[in-house]
């Protein structure tokens, strides 16, 4: 069984946000809110004329450590065989626990604004008809055709790396076993499945 993973290479992201924009489409996402399963933060460091501006791609860790599903209240956060933690729209309460308990700030609430929003645009094809809390799912539905998930597929610049950790073949495995890709605040004992090689 594979046991899936992402690399941001953090030199070849370029803020173009093409990866938001392909999630947006591919999930139903509620942009309209400025909510997303994946967002890249922009920031400036320094003073002028030494300013520095740096890109962090995020979304979900898909901890191995999961704060968020022992936090759950109802079981609504599970984890799949290949590890991919999700959520079960049907058992989600709202109670948003689990946002509490994450520490990557990668949940948000899919309120009933956003449901109504959803089914006004999207008509039959919506795939978010209650309130719930929502967050990546490594597009699991497109992993099992054989496909990248959406925001990998999308990237211009080959910024996220998508593949199998336990694959001695694929790249996430050698950029993660090597040391060049690193975990996000792995002082936080997570043992999260994305990792970010440093600009």
Request: proline fraction near 7%; aromatic fraction near 8%.
């Amino acid at each position: 069984m594979a046991r899936y993973g992402m690399v941001m290479d953090m030199r070849a992201c370029v803020g173009c946000q093409a990866c938001m924009a392909a999630c947006s489409m591919e999930n139903q996402t509620p942009y309209w809110s400025e909510k997303f399963r994946t967002h890249v933060e922009d920031s400036a460091h320094g003073e002028y004329p030494n300013v520095r501006r740096e890109l962090l791609p995020r979304l979900c860790m898909h901890c191995e450590n999961t704060p968020c599903l022992s936090a759950c209240p109802t079981g609504a956060t599970y984890k799949t065989e290949d590890g991919i933690v999700r959520i079960n729209y049907d058992r989600c309460i709202g109670c948003y626990a689990c946002m509490i308990a994450c520490p990557y700030d990668a949940r948000y609430p899919y309120d009933g604004d956003d449901v109504e929003k959803a089914e006004a645009l999207y008509g039959s094809d919506c795939s978010h008809t209650m309130p719930h809390v929502d967050k990546c799912s490594f597009c699991e539905h497109r992993v099992k055709s054989g496909l990248e998930p959406a925001c990998a597929a999308t990237c211009p610049t080959g910024a996220r790396i998508f593949g199998d950790l336990d694959d001695p073949n694929s790249e996430v495995h050698k950029l993660s076993v090597s040391g060049i890709a690193r975990p996000l605040r792995a002082e936080l004992g997570t043992s999260p499945k994305v990792f970010y090689i440093p600009a």
